[in-house]
């Protein structure tokens, strides 16, 4: 990876520890804030076109995810760019995995 790959990662990675408060108000109890963080900046370098998108919308993006409890880990929820935007975007296990932990359903098959 060149140096000017791993300043930007710096830089998201920065960005994305100032925002762990944030973060940490928007988890639901059952996921810890430094996993959330782990599995987020993990995506982050394994899909460089993250790196080259609009930050805001990476953020906020991040954001929606924490709110909604499911780590942006391809199973859980994804991130992914469109243009120039990062949308974020529950998967099937991860809305699964919302309905189970709501407690207002006794099964889903």
């Given at each position: 990876m060149s140096n000017k790959a791993m300043?930007?990662?710096d830089e998201v990675r920065t960005s994305l520890t100032r925002m762990e408060p944030q973060f940490k108000m928007a988890l639901p109890t059952h996921v810890s804030v430094a996993r959330f963080?782990?599995?987020t900046m993990t995506?982050?370098?394994n899909n460089p076109d993250l790196l080259q998108?609009?930050?805001?919308?990476l953020f906020?993006?991040?954001m929606k995810a924490a709110a909604d409890g499911l780590l942006p880990d391809g199973r859980?929820?994804?991130l992914v760019v469109f243009g120039s935007?990062?949308?974020y975007m529950p998967m099937v296990g991860?809305?699964?995995k919302k309905v189970r932990n709501s407690g207002e359903l006794a099964s889903i098959t």
């Amino acid at each position: 990876m060149s140096n000017k790959a791993m300043s930007v990662i710096d830089e998201v990675r920065t960005s994305l520890t100032r925002m762990e408060p944030q973060f940490k108000m928007a988890l639901p109890t059952h996921v810890s804030v430094a996993r959330f963080m782990r599995v987020t900046m993990t995506a982050v370098q394994n899909n460089p076109d993250l790196l080259q998108a609009d930050r805001r919308t990476l953020f906020s993006s991040c954001m929606k995810a924490a709110a909604d409890g499911l780590l942006p880990d391809g199973r859980d929820s994804a991130l992914v760019v469109f243009g120039s935007d990062v949308v974020y975007m529950p998967m099937v296990g991860g809305i699964l995995k919302k309905v189970r932990n709501s407690g207002e359903l006794a099964s889903i098959t």
